[in-house]
Nanobody, 115 residues
Framework: QVQLVESGGGFVQAGGSLRLSCAAS????????MGWYRQAPGKQRALVGI???????NFADSVKGRFTISRDNAKNTVILQMNSLKPEDTAVYYC?????????WGQGTQVTVSS
């Protein structure tokens, strides 16, 4: 049974930083690609960034240069570091894994950025 649990969301002023974590069980985070997505009110869920099993990362243009993704293998956790936050980054952030054709999502964590 794969479970993904996000944490670290909260309220921050524009220009601030937040660090989101996705703790995984039932899957080894460094053996599979994993992604971060977000869904703003009234909008569809959208990709934020992906970390491949080889550690390479790719990001949506809207967050390039501000967000990074890394892994803490000892804690089996994927981390989304968000810097220079903007009000338009306000959304529920989700972690996703898709090993061997299956698709798993976490429950999401709310990020609110005030202007």
């Amino acid at each position: 049974q794969v479970q993904l649990v996000e944490s670290g969301g909260g309220f921050v002023q524009a220009g601030g930083s937040l660090r989101l974590s996705c703790a995984a069980s039932g899957i080894t985070v460094n053996a599979h690609a994993m992604g971060w997505y977000r869904q703003a009110p009234g909008k569809q869920r959208a990709l934020v960034g992906i970390i491949g099993s080889d550690g390479t990362t790719n990001f949506a243009d809207s967050v390039k240069g501000r967000f990074t993704i890394s892994r803490d293998n000892a804690k089996n956790t994927v981390i989304l570091q968000m810097n220079s936050l903007k009000p338009e980054d306000t959304a529920v952030y989700y972690c996703r894994a898709w090993p061997l054709g299956f698709n798993y999502w976490g429950q999401g964590t709310q990020v609110t950025v005030s202007s």
